[in-house]
């Protein structure tokens, strides 16, 4: 009895092994393949706040080769409600997952408007941007002496438009002044398979900020179909960039099989391109514009599929 006993706690060792072994802090992060995107929502406007309601886009645009690997280039950008135009990219760094699926990080450009590799700082040795060590609860380490990570749990639940997701990674960045003391404290939970699906910023004077993964795309290869993850709702995105000069990027989601009309129209209401106009099944596209025919200025594009209809402004300035 004693020896069948400890063959099945071997056994369940082993599969515990397999299982702490068998995921990689990657499988939790967005993959870093052009074309990824996560789009999430900022919606309340608090009381004498400057944090404005905004939709944050995370994407993934293009490779650049560092240190003898292919890193691709993630841009986060935060669009405004109330200025659009004005919108610049907050951070750019070129990411890549490593052979033990670390995602690590070899280059960024800490300020500025410019998102190109000849702008940014280099690291190395690369630094573990979303390090293995983020699947474990309670780890902590220090980023210079400016900046902590801390894992608080492995195993959170978060429901948000785009969905519901189990057990999510949950990170809390935390901003030090030169006495140690916290300044801002940035929460993240990241679910698998998908990236960050819910933020929550922390600002002391009472100001506290939350943003909802609206829609994602999370293609894994280069070999992969774009819509290899069947949205749950309709979706029409702000198109980037915006402004734009001469070209932008348009994306959108439907969730059943139908017919799509996509169309570009001038600030009199008359239609001035037809993009798409048929039959699409379920999934996210993603479709590009070139505006070099018409003039500068401001446009709408709408979209319309069974029920569901759809506008957004942008604006192209030549």
């Given at each position: 009895?004693?020896?069948?006993?400890?063959?099945?706690?071997?056994?369940?060792?082993?599969?515990?092994?397999?299982?702490?072994?068998?995921?990689?802090?990657?499988?939790?992060?967005?993959?870093?393949?052009?074309?990824?995107?996560?789009?999430?929502?900022?919606?309340?406007?608090?009381?004498?706040?400057?944090?404005?309601?905004?939709?944050?886009?995370?994407?993934?645009?293009?490779?650049?080769?560092?240190f003898g690997h292919n890193y691709v280039r993630s841009v986060a950008v935060d669009i405004m409600d109330n200025?659009?135009?004005?919108?610049?990219?907050?951070?750019?760094?070129?990411?890549?997952?490593?052979?033990?699926?670390?995602?690590?990080?070899?280059?960024?450009?800490?300020?500025?408007?410019?998102?190109?590799?000849?702008?940014?700082?280099?690291?190395?040795p690369p630094f573990g941007w979303f390090p293995n060590e983020f699947l474990t609860a309670g780890y902590s380490?220090?980023?210079?002496?400016?900046?902590?990570?801390?894992?608080?749990?492995?195993?959170?639940?978060?429901?948000?438009?785009?969905?519901?997701?189990?057990?999510?990674?949950?990170?809390?960045?935390?901003?030090?002044?030169?006495?140690?003391?916290?300044?801002?404290?940035?929460?993240?939970?990241?679910?698998?398979?998908?990236?960050?699906?819910?933020e929550m910023r922390d600002i002391p004077a009472n100001q506290v900020h939350t943003a909802e993964l609206q829609?994602?795309?999370?293609?894994?290869?280069?070999?992969?179909?774009?819509?290899?993850?069947?949205?749950?709702?309709?979706?029409?995105?702000?198109?980037?960039?915006?402004?734009?000069?001469?070209?932008?990027?348009?994306?959108?989601?439907?969730?059943?099989?139908?017919?799509?009309?996509?169309?570009?129209?001038?600030?009199?209401?008359?239609?001035?391109?037809?993009?798409?106009?048929?039959?699409?099944?379920?999934?996210?596209?993603?479709?590009?514009?070139?505006?070099?025919?018409?003039?500068?200025?401001?446009?709408?594009?709408?979209?319309?599929?069974?029920?569901?209809?759809?506008?957004?402004?942008?604006?192209?300035?030549?």
């Amino acid at each position: 009895m004693k020896h069948y006993l400890l063959i099945l706690t071997i056994f369940a060792l082993l599969s515990l092994t397999n299982t702490i072994f068998s995921q990689t802090a990657s499988d939790y992060f967005m993959p870093p393949v052009p074309g990824n995107y996560l789009n999430l929502r900022t919606n309340i406007q608090l009381p004498n706040s400057t944090w404005g309601t905004r939709t944050t886009r995370y994407y993934f645009d293009e490779t650049d080769f560092i240190f003898g690997h292919n890193y691709v280039r993630s841009v986060a950008v935060d669009i405004m409600d109330n200025a659009p135009s004005d919108s610049i990219a907050f951070q750019v760094v070129w990411l890549r997952q490593d052979s033990l699926g670390n995602i690590s990080c070899a280059a960024m450009i800490m300020n500025g408007n410019s998102k190109n590799l000849d702008s940014a700082t280099k690291i190395y040795p690369p630094f573990g941007w979303f390090p293995n060590e983020f699947l474990t609860a309670g780890y902590s380490r220090l980023v210079g002496n400016q900046m902590k990570d801390s894992v608080i749990s492995v195993t959170e639940s978060i429901t948000v438009p785009a969905g519901s997701f189990s057990n999510c990674i949950e990170v809390c960045s935390m901003n030090l002044d030169s006495t140690g003391k916290i300044t801002l404290r940035d929460y993240a939970w990241y679910a698998k398979g998908v990236g960050i699906v819910y933020e929550m910023r922390d600002i002391p004077a009472n100001q506290v900020h939350t943003a909802e993964l609206q829609s994602y795309r999370s293609v894994t290869s280069v070999n992969d179909n774009y819509s290899s993850i069947t949205p749950n709702a309709f979706s029409l995105e702000q198109n980037y960039p915006n402004p734009f000069n001469p070209s932008t990027t348009i994306n959108y989601s439907i969730p059943k099989a139908g017919n799509v009309k996509l169309s570009v129209y001038d600030i009199t209401g008359s239609k001035v391109a037809s993009l798409v106009d048929e039959n699409k099944p379920a999934g996210s596209y993603s479709i590009h514009f070139n505006g070099s025919n018409l003039a500068s200025g401001i446009y709408m594009y709408r979209m319309e599929s069974g029920a569901y209809t759809a506008s957004r402004k942008f604006i192209l300035i030549k």
